[in-house]
């Protein structure tokens, strides 16, 4: 695991151009491909058309930990919103050690999560810039409306008023 974090921090510091942060609410999410740790690959946001669906993404390992924030606060709140964590890495070196950093992370996920974890590589400098990736340790919160578009962001860091602000857009469905 140690050698994992040590590639992963490597890795990061070689693919580390710069995007501004966006403010993305109304924008259509970038059609983007990943796979889930459980195997099964994903088109977002096609897949998800049809059901508002909230995205966490982070972009450094350090980003779990506000990942893991907004799951406990969606739990204590009884959010029944379809719910998918996706690390994305940019850049060609975590492309080649994908298979890698996917194993090293399904050593500390439980297996019936896997199928909500969506590895996005081939196009995480796409999801990157359209988000911007300016303190990326804090993950990126993202409710999709049935349509793809962009409904709710926030990117700086877990906070009860911005669970607030989530839940209720969810609720009222625009």
């Not at 508002?52 to 799951?71: A, E, N, P």
Request: proline share 6%; hydrophobic share 40%; net charge positive.
């Amino acid at each position: 695991m140690k050698n994992l974090l040590k590639l992963l921090i490597l890795l990061s510091l070689v693919s580390c151009s710069s995007f501004p942060n966006q403010d993305i609410v109304g924008k259509g999410f970038p059609s983007v491909s990943g796979k889930a740790l459980d195997g099964k690959e994903w088109s977002i946001p096609e897949d998800f058309k049809g059901e508002m669906t909230l995205l966490l993404v982070g972009f450094r390992h350090k980003s779990q930990f506000d990942i893991d924030r907004w799951f406990i606060g969606l739990d204590m709140k009884k959010a029944t919103i379809p719910t998918f964590e996706a690390p994305t890495i940019k850049g060609m070196f975590p492309q080649m050690f994908s298979t890698m950093i996917d194993e090293g992370m399904k050593k500390g996920i439980p297996k019936p999560i896997w199928k909500g974890v969506i590895t996005i590589y081939e196009d995480g400098s796409k999801v990157q810039e359209f988000l911007g990736n300016v303190n990326p340790r804090s993950a990126r919160v993202i409710l999709l409306g049935k349509d793809g578009k962009v409904l709710f962001f926030h990117d700086t860091g877990f906070s009860v008023p911005a669970l607030n602000r989530l839940l209720e857009k969810y609720k009222k469905g625009t």
